[in-house]
Nanobody, 126 residues
Framework: QVQLVESGGGLVQAGGSLRLSCAAS????????MGWFRQAPGKEREFVAA????????YYTESVKGRFTISRDNTKNTVYLQMNSLKPEDAAVYYC???????????????????WGKGTLVTVSS
């Protein structure tokens, strides 16, 4: 069992930055590929970024490439999402996700996620 708790969301002006964190419980954090998804009001949840279990591989949806950076610290059981140059269309609830195993299938299908966090709200004002 893995529990994921996101933090770091908030209100930011367009062009600003936020850093999301996701703290994971359990001793097997390094066995999971980790990802971030988001869901805006009235829209389906979408994949944003993923990082492999060891941190050596990352993948981003096209709309955030060059602006967002995913990273992880396996000694702290934490994954991060640094979001720069935020746009109003980035506003959403951001969810942390964990997918067990060393296989690398990106973007991570939501149906293959083993654990989800409860989300943190990001609001971007124009």
């Amino acid at each position: 069992q893995v529990q994921l708790v996101e933090s770091g969301g908030g209100l930011v002006q367009a062009g600003g930055s936020l850093r999301l964190s996701c703290a994971a419980s359990g001793r097997t954090f390094s066995s999971y590929a980790m990802g971030w998804f988001r869901q805006a009001p009235g829209k389906e949840r979408e994949f944003v970024a993923a990082i492999s279990w060891g941190g050596g591989r990352t993948y981003y949806t096209e709309s955030v490439k060059g602006r967002f950076t995913i990273s992880r610290d396996n000694t702290k059981n934490t994954v991060y999402l640094q979001m720069n140059s935020l746009k109003p269309e980035d506003a959403a609830v951001y969810y942390c996700a964990a997918k067990y195993g060393t296989s690398w299938h990106v973007p991570i299908p939501g149906a293959l996620v083993d654990y989800w966090g409860k989300g943190t709200l990001v609001t971007v004002s124009s």
